[in-house]
């Protein structure tokens, strides 16, 4: 089961954190113009890409107009329903003949891009120009549609935020990925309290309270600061619940 579903508490967190901000400052949403405009963007990178013309620029240009794309659809779907059901069809036909796959998933009630793009881009340009929102992208993907398996790969999405945060502490969203570490340490917690190792379970218990409560001193005149505070609440409880069994 995907920790979305079950955790009403994260269901709050992503609206109020991703998707409210989004809205807000939608005063463009899907219209033939703008589409078309993405369409041919994606055209325009991978012809770049196939004739090795400045490739780098090109991929990322690649995955972050497919990204975009998925983010104004989903947009469009928060803002308006099915208004613009066959807009929306036409825009994943197009995305789909030019093998840039955009789908919906129903439990988060978004489209999402597969990210090939940027995957492909983090491969071949570690250190690259677009390194920062190629990671901050593929993060946010794996959050909502990767469900880590064991302590391995646990570990492995912690590592990977924890090294964004330490990289770019001063990217515009990183509250969002403060928020995702957050709860990669509470489902660590669960892991090693699942499997009765308290010494780790008591590690990981830390962790996650002193995230969220950093999360709650630094934005605490604000959303994030709310969130974490009912988020922080809530593991306090579950955590004491468990304990006392």
């Known amino acids: 089961m995907n920790k979305i579903t079950y955790d009403?508490?994260?269901?709050?967190?992503i609206y109020l954190v991703l998707i409210l901000p989004h809205i807000a400052n939608a005063d463009i949403f899907l219209t033939s113009e703008n589409l078309n405009t993405a369409l041919k963007q994606i055209q325009r990178s991978q012809l770049q890409i196939?004739?090795?013309?400045?490739?780098?620029?090109?991929?990322?240009?690649?995955g972050k107009t497919a990204d975009d794309l998925a983010i104004l659809l989903s947009d469009e779907v928060e803002a308006h329903g099915a208004e613009n059901e066959k807009l929306i069809e036409l825009a994943l036909d197009?995305?789909?003949?030019?093998?840039?796959?955009?789908?919906w998933f129903g439990r988060h009630s978004k489209f999402f891009y597969d990210g090939k793009a940027l995957y492909e881009y983090l491969d071949l340009y570690p250190d690259g120009e677009y390194k920062m929102d190629s990671q901050f992208r593929t993060i946010t993907q794996e959050?909502?549609?990767?469900?880590?398996?064991?302590e391995e790969g646990l570990?492995?999405?912690?590592?990977?935020?924890?090294?964004?945060?330490?990289?770019?502490?001063?990217h515009n969203d990183i509250s969002e990925i403060e928020f995702y570490l957050a709860i990669d340490y509470?489902?660590?917690?669960?892991?090693?309290?699942?499997s009765s190792d308290n010494q780790q379970s008591s590690q990981a218990a830390d962790a996650t309270r002193k995230q969220l409560e950093h999360i709650i001193e630094k934005y605490r005149?604000?959303?994030?600061?709310?969130?974490?505070?009912?988020l922080l609440e809530r593991f306090l409880v579950e955590a004491a619940t468990d304990t006392s069994r």
């Open 186 to 194: 509470r489902d660590l917690w669960r892991h090693y309290h699942g």
């Open 155 to 170: 570990l492995n999405a912690i590592t990977k935020k924890e090294t964004f945060i330490k990289d770019f502490p001063n």
């Open 143 to 150: 959050f909502f549609l990767s469900v880590p398996q064991g």
């Open 50 to 62: 196939q004739n090795q013309d400045d490739p780098e620029s090109a991929l990322y240009s690649l």
């Open 8 to 13: 009403s508490g994260i269901q709050i967190l």
């Open 221 to 230: 005149d604000r959303d994030e600061g709310e969130i974490a505070r009912r």
């Open 94 to 103: 197009r995305t789909q003949r030019l093998q840039v796959n955009i789908s």
